[in-house]
């Protein structure tokens, strides 16, 4: 009798690890003087979560960058200034790998073979006229030996090559 309990915890344990909440197909996020859109994140390389609802995952990713970008951006922008993205292709450091069992998740496998990378459109408006706009497509392949990445803050890789981009390729022309 105790195994029929088991049995039927460990598929309502699967159904609900395995549940899928509504997505919002292109969220808009802005914090600050940024606003990005997350353009078809279905579509994105690599931003696959191991052990949460893939779009609550989704959300706080998308939040924690763009927050993370608002704090450097406000750092470089000039008043009245405003950076506006649309991040078409997104690829989180590492690569997602099956476990084969061993826990009900995959496991994210962080190695500087699988560096983060961003594909987007960026505008920088002054008093709403656009100054700088352009298309880029970035990543980071030193990312595992940066020292200024000692920190276990979340998407420390990631929030690093957007800092980077505005630091060598924003800063200089403004």
């Known amino acids: 009798m105790n195994v029929k309990y088991l049995l039927l915890a460990s598929i309502f344990f699967c159904c609900v690890a395995n549940a899928e909440e509504e997505v919002t197909a ?11 859109e997350w353009q078809n994140p279905k579509d994105f390389s690599d931003i696959k ?3 949460e609802l893939q779009s609550r995952f989704e959300t ?3 939040e924690t960058l763009t927050n993370n970008i608002n704090k450097q951006a406000e750092k470089i922008l000039k008043p009245n200034q405003k950076l506006e ?17 061993a826990t009900p998740s995959d496991l994210r496998v962080v190695k500087d073979l699988y560096p983060p990378r ?3 459109s960026y505008t920088i408006t002054e008093n709403g006229n656009v100054i700088i706009a352009g298309d880029e497509k970035i990543t980071d392949m030193s990312f ?3 020292t200024r990445r000692l920190n276990n803050k979340p998407f420390q890789y990631e929030t690093t090559l957007f800092d980077d981009w505005l630091n060598k390729t924003i800063a200089p022309k403004l």
Not at 26 to 36: A, M
Not at 87 to 95: E, I, K, S
């Open 60 to 62: 706080r990713l998308f």
């Open 26 to 36: 292109n969220p808009v996020i802005e914090v600050g003087v940024v606003k990005i």
């Open 118 to 120: 961003a594909t987007f």
């Open 144 to 146: 595992m030996y940066n």
């Open 85 to 101: 993205m649309i991040v078409t292709n997104f690829d989180l450091a590492g690569d997602m790998r099956p476990t084969f069992g």
């Open 49 to 51: 979560t191991s052990n």
